[in-house]
């Protein structure tokens, strides 16, 4: 069955969010003793920030709340809210897909975030179902996001394409049973 739907994540995919998390991430690290190499951050894309901070914390043996850091470094990713923008190749799939039936956004930010986002990059109005976070217990690589988006556009998973920027999420689409569409090469 080829694709119907369309769903996309949202950071690094629709939105130029990434290298701004990363600074806001760097700029809370050192005060908590957090080490978060780039290639890491990269790696963790998809995966959302309290599960980072819950994650690195434990690895790295420390005794900072990750509640606490999961805030300090939201507040820092908002005060540099400016830096986002679109990515336009991506936006323009988006528009063509918007166009053709229902589509939707599935990504590991937090609702107000995902909302703040979309409206930044004035986009909101395309996506008839915004599947976030808070919406389900497992996140990327699992295939929740993604298999929540389709049920709520009324599609069949098989009938699903998925718009990704990240090798997680790339495996939670394919896990979910869509096709799994990587627009890195998109980026260049």
Do not use: N
């Not at 976070?133 to 298999?147: G, I, M, N, Q």
């Not at 599609?155 to 998925?162: K, R």
């Amino acid at each position: 069955m080829a694709p119907s739907r369309a769903i996309f994540d949202l950071d690094g995919t629709l939105a130029d969010t990434m290298p701004v998390h990363f600074r806001a991430w760097c700029d809370v690290a050192a005060r908590f003793g957090v080490v978060l190499p780039e290639a890491r951050f990269y790696a963790l894309g998809g995966v959302p920030t309290q599960h980072i901070a819950r994650r690195l914390v434990e690895e790295q043996g420390l005794a900072v709340d990750p509640g606490r850091l999961t805030v300090e470094k939201e507040a820092a990713f908002l005060a540099r809210f400016h830096e986002i923008g679109p990515i336009d190749a991506v936006v323009a799939i988006a528009r063509r897909a918007a166009a053709e039936a229902p589509i939707a956004i599935a990504t590991g930010s937090r609702r107000e975030i995902a909302e703040r986002t979309l409206h930044a990059i004035g986009i909101r109005e395309l996506f008839a179902v915004v599947v976030t976070a808070e919406d389900t217990p497992r996140h990327k690589p699992e295939p929740d996001v993604f298999l929540e988006a389709a049920r709520r556009l009324g599609a069949e998973p098989a009938g699903c394409a998925v718009y990704e920027d990240t090798e997680l999420g790339l495996e939670a689409a394919r896990r979910a049973g869509m096709v799994a569409i990587d627009v890195r090469p998109l980026l260049r």
